[in-house]
């Protein structure tokens, strides 16, 4: 389980933003959202940055990773999606 209070999304019309980035990849902010407000998805870290992600399932029935960061802890947590994607099979 991940703790946080808010989630920082970029403009949607922001091209670099994360809104674009997840749709580039599929997927939309409710699907990320659902992945980050389950607790019962287990927290991780990226392979490829060392940030810290979380692994859970959509309610669409995809399984991706998030990966964010922690923005705020003060007075509240935020954490900033940087992507979102449905990992290859090992």
């Known amino acids: ?3 946080f209070d808010l ?3 970029d403009d949607e019309d922001d091209p670099r933003g994360n809104v674009e980035h997840i749709a580039a990849n599929g997927l939309t902010i409710e699907e990320v959202e659902q992945v980050l407000h389950d607790h019962d998805n287990r927290p991780t870290v990226s392979r490829s940055t060392g940030r810290p992600a979380v692994f859970g399932a959509t309610a ?15 007075p509240v947590i935020v954490i900033r999606p940087i992507t979102a ?4 099979p090992e």
């Open 7 to 9: 989630i920082a999304w």
């Open 60 to 74: 669409t029935g995809k399984d991706i990773l998030v990966v964010y960061e922690v923005l705020e802890t003060e």
């Open 85 to 88: 994607y449905e990992p290859m």
């Open 1 to 3: 389980m991940i703790d």
